[in-house]
Nanobody, 124 residues
Framework: QVQLVESGGGLVQPGVSLRLSCAASGDTSSSYTMGWFRQAPGKEREFVAIISWTSSWYYYADSVKGRFTISRDNAKNTLYLQMNSLKPEDTAVYYC?????????????????WGQGTQVTVSS
């Protein structure tokens, strides 16, 4: 079992940057693929980015490619999402997710562990 806690969300203006963090605890001795998903009001949860255990492989949704960067520090058991050039359409609750072992899935149902989410609101 692994527990995930996100932080770093907030209310920001369009064009600015924000960095989300996700702290993992529990069974952090195992390797996990980790990712970020988001859910806007009235919409389904959607994939944002995923990263492999060794950071050798990562993948982004087209909507955030070139603006967002996913990274992880396994020594600190922390996942990050650097979000630049934020747009109003990025407004959502952002969730950290993890799955033991390797996966290249971008489907939320394939991830076993979830944080409680952190709200990101982009508005002028």
């Amino acid at each position: 079992q692994v527990q995930l806690v996100e932080s770093g969300g907030g209310l920001v203006q369009p064009g600015v940057s924000l960095r989300l963090s996700c702290a993992a605890s529990g069974d952090t001795s195992s390797s996990y693929t980790m990712g970020w998903f988001r859910q806007a009001p009235g919409k389904e949860r959607e994939f944002v980015a995923i990263i492999s255990w060794t950071s050798s492989w990562y993948y982004y949704a087209d909507s955030v490619k070139g603006r967002f960067t996913i990274s992880r520090d396994n020594a600190k058991n922390t996942l990050y999402l650097q979000m630049n050039s934020l747009k109003p359409e990025d407004t959502a609750v952002y969730y950290c997710a993890a799955r033991r072992g390797y996966t290249d899935s971008i489907k939320s149902v394939d991830y076993n562990y979830w944080g409680q989410g952190t709200q990101v609101t982009v508005s002028s």
